[in-house]
C-alpha cells in the first residue's frame, strides 16, 4: 500500500484482514498510515481467531504440494515481495523458498493451548512473542536456518523475547565442545550466534527504549526494520494506539543514519522493487 508522496517510512509488519476474516477499511488504512508518516506498507495477513490444531495436526494445514504451487504463482505470477513459514514435513518448502532467494515473514499465532491465563491477558500480549521465540529457537537447533540461509528471514516485534534469552543457549554452548553441543542441542555457539544475527528482526511493538538498546546492542544494523503492526479492523483495540509505540521511536536518541536505515533503507536493500522505485523516483 501507498501512502503520502512525501514521507519515507517502509512499514515491514503492517496487517491486512481479509473480509472473510473481519471487515477491514482500506480508506481507514491509507489515513492511518499518513498519520504515521507510512509511505510504503507491505501487508501481510494477519493471525485468525483460532486456526491451531494440536500436534502434528497443525502441520496438515500446511499442504506441502498447495503451498509449493502457491509459491510459484505469488513468486511468478503476481511478483509479490516475500512469503510466510517451519517440520520435517513440509522441508520441501523451505527448500523451494532457499532456491528462490525468497524473504520469509514469521508472525505469531496462538499456541495450541488457547486458554488466557486470565481475562485480563489476551493471547497477543505476551504469548504472541514467546511463539516467535519458540519457532526461532527450533530453526536454530533443527539447523533449518543454517541450512537454508538463503532465504532472507525477517522476525516479528523484535524477535520476540529472543534478544533477552538467546544468551541462555550460547553462553552454556561455550564452554561445550562442538560435538558435544551439536548432539545434545543442535548446534555449536558459534553457529547459534550467526544464525540470530543472520535474521531481520522489525520493531513493531518493540520500540521502548530499554528494547531498543538491546536490539541495538545484539542484532546489525543493517537487519533492523520499521514496523508498526496496525491492523485496519476496530476489534484490535489493545494495538490500535500504534503511534505511542511510533512516539517512542521518534523520541529515542539516534544518528540520522541510523534513523534512515531504520526506518527506509534497510528495507530498500530487502525488497528490489522498492529500491527500483526509489532510483524512478516513484517511491
Not at 517440520?87 to 495450541?112: D, G, K, M, Q, T
Request: with cysteine.
Amino acid at each position: 500500500m501507498v501512502g503520502h508522496a512525501g514521507q519515507l517510512k517502509i512499514d515491514t509488519h503492517y496487517h491486512l484482514v481479509p473480509e472473510f476474516y473481519a471487515q477491514g477499511n482500506p480508506s481507514a488504512s491509507e489515513s492511518i498510515m499518513w498519520h504515521l508518516g507510512i509511505k510504503t506498507a507491505i501487508l501481510s495477513v494477519t493471525a485468525p481467531d483460532a486456526c491451531i490444531l494440536k500436534g502434528q495436526e497443525s502441520y496438515k494445514l500446511a499442504h506441502t504440494q498447495a503451498s509449493l504451487d502457491e509459491i510459484s504463482y505469488a513468486l511468478d505470477i503476481l511478483h509479490t515481495d516475500g512469503v510466510y513459514l517451519s517440520h520435517p514435513s513440509i522441508e520441501p518448502i523451505w527448500a523451494e523458498l532457499n532456491r528462490r532467494r525468497a524473504i520469509v515473514f514469521v508472525h505469531p499465532i496462538h499456541p495450541s493451548d488457547l486458554r488466557p491465563i486470565n481475562a485480563r491477558m489476551p493471547l497477543p500480549l505476551i504469548d504472541y512473542p514467546h511463539e516467535t521465540t519458540r519457532t526461532v529457537m527450533d530453526m536454530i537447533t533443527s539447523g533449518t536456518r543454517s541450512k537454508y540461509p538463503d532465504c532472507t528471514v525477517i522476525l516479528s516485534h523484535a524477535g520476540g523475547t529472543l534478544p533477552y534469552l538467546i544468551s541462555r543457549v550460547v553462553e552454556p554452548l561455550k564452554i561445550t565442545s562442538d560435538a558435544v553441543a551439536q548432539t545434545s542441542v543442535g548446534t555449536t555457539a558459534e553457529q547459534a550466534s550467526k544464525d540470530f544475527k543472520s535474521f531481520h528482526y522489525d520493531l513493531a511493538l518493540s520500540t521502548s527504549h530499554q528494547v531498543l538498546r538491546m536490539v541495538l546492542e545484539l542484532i546489525p544494523r543493517g537487519h533492523i526494520l520499521h514496523g508498526v503492526s496496525h491492523h485496519f479492523d476496530v476489534r484490535f483495540s489493545i494495538h490500535s494506539r500504534t503511534d505511542l509505540f511510533v512516539d517512542d521511536l521518534v523520541t529515542f536518541k539516534r544518528t540520522a543514519q541510523l534513523r534512515e536505515k531504520i526506518i527506509h533503507v534497510n528495507a530498500e536493500a530487502l525488497f528490489a522493487r522498492l529500491a527500483r522505485r526509489k532510483e524512478s523516483g516513484k517511491l
